[in-house]
């Protein structure tokens, strides 16, 4: 995958902000309020390594106050910058937005390659990382809740709740101090996957609208569409899982040591036994076609790509090669704007990253609410529904006579588990967020994109924050 340097993230962000915001009613005042980040962090501290001392680069950002707590990942990459930093952070806020999860936008960031650290001096950095956020008023249930994001997961997010916990002795509410927690450690089922899952949701809302796939020249829905996904992470591993449960063939794999392809589909669990077993997944016996060159692979025959990677992968440069009709941007500011203006142009739908990849921060919410209220979804009611389905279901067949098989009166009586909650409460918010988007977007005729639509909606609701404040008339 592109190694480009992301220095202009922040200023991408800004342009599409721009952009959108012609189409709102907002002083110019009000619409620098929201577009600037209000807080950004930057600190160093020492770790030891090895016998030596080594000095690491930290930032967190909280872009907008205008909801509590703030909310973000926290990204380790030694390609993470400030600029990234404040790029992302700021797209928290406008994505928190779009899909009505009341926080305002932050984000974190480690310059480090993981893979040139043990376990034990990883776990020093995370705790040392926390302990600064903590001095600094950074961290919080009620401040600022991080999350795992590239680079990060659950084993990071543990450490950062328990050093919190241990700094803020007595808080009954201290691990809601952050969310992608295993479930041991007060997370929640389906986290994990919650940002892929969202992603197949998205892509699925999309293809179903009949009069945008027919203006694509598609049929509607998600049946045998081509897909081609870049990145095998968490991401976009559960994407191409969902993808292809629904009904899509994925005939493209890409990673950052080349891409495989094949025309009639890839067995994905297949590729990713292979790469764990040859370290890549060039090689793989299922392929008709394999790139050296990550980024050939994204330009293969497809009808969606999802980009799942890392920013910038699809230029000015590439975007005439691209066949894809559609893009979903599972990774956060994949398109470059001057790539996005001349793929819509040109037709094609790009469904935006600050919708697209919001399944992680809506579970986060959801985590984050369970962490408050010391409860897991379902285990008040899940016993009283299933009791009350049954005595109905008793009555009716007193009624009509008719007797159900075990498996027939098992599927009707069963109370919802907390993992199916946590899928029904995302499939709402992704299905109900697209469709909010789509109507601004058919609402007015100067607004071409979902992406402008997706800024409009989330400048919008944040304006309307600000000015329940009573700074903003």
């Known amino acids: 995958m592109s190694s480009i340097p992301t220095t202009n993230f922040f200023n991408d962000v800004c342009s599409f902000f721009d952009h959108a915001s012609q189409f709102t009613n907002h002083s110019a005042g009000l619409l620098d309020q929201i577009k600037t980040c209000n807080s950004v962090y930057r600190f160093r501290f020492p770790i030891r390594k090895g016998n030596g001392v080594q000095v690491i ?13 703030t909310k973000g990942g926290i990204r380790y990459s030694d390609m993470v910058n400030e600029d990234e930093v404040m790029a992302l952070a700021a797209l928290m806020t406008y994505k928190c937005a779009i899909v009505n999860v009341p926080f305002g936008g932050a984000k974190g960031g480690i310059k480090i390659n993981t893979k040139n650290y043990s376990v034990a001096e990883l776990e020093n950095i995370t705790r040392r990382y926390t302990v600064e956020l903590v001095k600094k008023n950074f961290i919080g249930p009620a401040i600022d809740v991080p999350a795992p994001d590239y680079g990060s997961g659950e084993r990071e997010m543990s450490w950062i709740a328990d050093t919190y916990n241990t700094m803020n002795p007595g808080q009954l509410d201290a691990m809601g101090c952050v969310t992608g927690k295993p479930i041991a450690l007060h997370g929640i089922h389906g ?4 940002t892929g899952r969202g992603v197949a949701l998205a892509i699925r809302e999309c293809m179903n609208v009949t009069e945008d796939m027919k203006r694509l020249g598609l049929t509607p829905g998600l049946i045998n569409k081509r897909v081609i996904v870049q990145g095998l992470g ?27 392809y094949n025309e009639n589909g890839l067995d994905l669990e297949a590729v990713v036994a292979h790469r764990k077993e040859a370290g890549t997944i060039l090689s793989f016996p299922g392929a008709q076609k394999e790139f050296i060159n990550s980024a050939e692979g994204l330009e293969q025959e497809c009808d969606i790509l999802v980009p799942a990677a890392l920013e910038n992968q699809i230029l000015i440069t590439n975007i005439g090669r691209i066949k894809a009709k559609i893009i979903a941007e599972a990774a956060n500011g994949p398109t470059t704007p001057e790539a996005a203006h001349l793929f819509v142009k040109n037709e094609g739908i790009i469904i935006p990253d ?30 009283y529904e299933e009791n009350a389905n049954s005595n ?7 009624m009509t006579g008719m007797n159900l098989t075990l498996e027939q009166r098992g599927l009707i009586v069963k109370g919802p588990s907390e993992l199916e909650l946590v899928n029904s409460g995302l ?10 988007i789509r109507e601004i977007k058919m609402g007015n005729k100067n607004i071409n994109d979902l992406r402008t639509a997706a800024f409009v909606g989330a400048i919008n609701k944040v304006a309307v924050s600000y000015m329940n404040m009573g700074i903003w008339p």
Do not use: Q
Request: aromatic share 10%; with cysteine.
């Open 427 to 436: 499939e709402e918010t992704m299905v109900r967020s697209y469709h909010e």
């Open 354 to 383: 600050m919708y697209c990849n919001a399944g992680g921060v809506t579970v986060s919410y959801f985590e984050w609410l369970k962490n408050l209220s010391h409860v897991a979804f379902g285990r008040m009611d899940k016993r």
């Open 191 to 194: 986290r994990r996957e919650a």
């Open 392 to 398: 109905l279901v008793s009555m009716v067949e007193k």
């Open 234 to 260: 968490n991401v976009g591993y559960h994407t191409a899982k969902y993808l292809a449960e629904l009904g899509a063939i994925i005939v493209g794999l890409c990673e950052y040591e080349g891409a495989v």
């Open 57 to 69: 680069d930290a930032w967190r950002v909280e872009h907008s106050h205008h909801m509590s707590p």
